[in-house]
């Protein structure tokens, strides 16, 4: 009877523990994996400058830059495949270089809103610190869709500026 007890026991821990252990198992496939970078095939802005549209955030380029009127203003990519999203590097501001990032106004906050391939969404809440060159966020959510970046908490935003962002990339466990 006490070996039941601690099998019937054992099998609840690991029903109970199993959440966790796959997760502790992505992460770690995520961490020995080498990342690579996957392109949306949609990028689709709530607001955008003429000269400075959304797509310019997946050019390629830190020299140029999706240019938003004001907070609250987001951007939605589309990717053709579901996948991991183990990395989102994001270069913030108009310019990678220190003598053009304080150009234009920067978000110090974004929200990252993702879409799965099953309707689910993830919401998270990013910091950006307010520095030129690229960021790198870990996120490690599996069967990415859609994601939505919408920009909080300007810094430098006066008459005649805009919020400015560089460069968004993504990258899928390799």
């Known amino acids: 009877m006490v070996i039941?007890?601690?099998?019937?026991a054992l099998c609840?821990?690991?029903l109970l523990l199993l959440p966790a252990g796959r997760a502790l198992f992505e992460d770690t496939r995520?961490?020995?994996?080498?990342?690579?970078?996957?392109?949306?095939?949609?990028?689709?802005?709530?607001a955008e400058s003429p000269?400075?549209?959304?797509?310019?955030?997946?050019?390629?380029?830190?020299?140029?830059?999706?240019?938003?009127p004001a907070p609250g203003a987001s951007v939605t990519y589309t990717f053709r495949q579901p996948f991991r999203l183990v990395d989102l590097i994001i270069t913030n501001g108009p310019s990678a270089d220190a003598e053009g990032y304080a150009r234009e106004a920067r978000a110090l906050q974004m929200d990252l809103e993702v879409t799965t391939q099953d309707g689910e969404q993830q919401h998270k809440q990013l910091t950006l610190s307010d520095k030129p060159g690229p960021q790198t966020i870990p996120t490690g959510i599996s069967d990415v869709k859609t994601v939505r970046l919408v920009l909080r908490s300007p810094v430098g935003l006066t008459s005649g500026r805009q919020l400015a962002v560089?460069?968004?990339?993504?990258?899928?466990?390799?």
């Open 30 to 46: 995520d961490k020995l994996g080498k990342a690579q970078a996957v392109t949306p095939v949609e990028t689709k802005a709530s």
């Open 12 to 14: 609840a821990g690991g």
């Open 166 to 174: 560089a460069e968004v990339e993504f990258f899928q466990r390799g």
């Open 51 to 68: 000269r400075h549209p959304a797509k310019n955030t997946t050019d390629g380029l830190s020299n140029t830059y999706w240019g938003a």
């Open 4 to 8: 039941t007890a601690v099998v019937l």
